[in-house]
């Protein structure tokens, strides 16, 4: 059974950085993909970074270029964000999950294509 559990979440001024993490549990491989999405309220679940368990392949959303990068630690089983600078529009609970199997780097932005969530995490920022 796959469990994902998340963490580091919080409150921080505009232009300040959290690190969230996502300690995963049960089966993985190289092959699998992680990613971070986040939900403002009122808005979708949208995509924020991801990346192959290997860690050869990463994408961003645009709106987060430069300013977060993933990472994955295979021996802990631990996937990163750091997010720095942050913006307002960062709000939102963050959630890591993992894909339902294989994507391509083109796919690794669908929601659709993870088959496993976390709980997910607060992050607030103010102006």
């Known amino acids: 059974q796959v469990q994902l559990v998340e963490s580091g979440g919080g409150l921080v001024q505009a232009g300040g950085s959290l690190k969230l993490s996502c300690v995963v549990s049960g089966r993985t491989a190289s092959t699998y993909t992680m990613g971070w999405f986040r939900q403002a309220p009122g808005k979708e679940r949208e995509s924020v970074a991801a990346?192959?368990?290997?860690?050869?392949?990463?994408v961003y959303d645009d709106s987060v270029k430069g300013r977060f990068f993933i990472s994955s630690d295979n021996v802990k089983n631990t996937v990163y964000l750091q997010m720095n600078s942050l913006k307002p529009e960062d709000t939102g609970v963050y959630y890591c999950?993992?894909?339902?199997?294989?994507?391509?780097?083109?796919?690794?932005?669908?929601?659709?294509?993870?088959?496993?969530w976390g709980q997910g995490t607060q992050v607030t920022v103010s102006s």
């Open positions: 999950a993992r894909s339902s199997g294989y994507i391509t780097d083109q796919a690794m932005g669908q929601r659709r294509l993870y088959g496993y």
């Open positions: 990346i192959r368990w290997s860690g050869h392949s990463t």
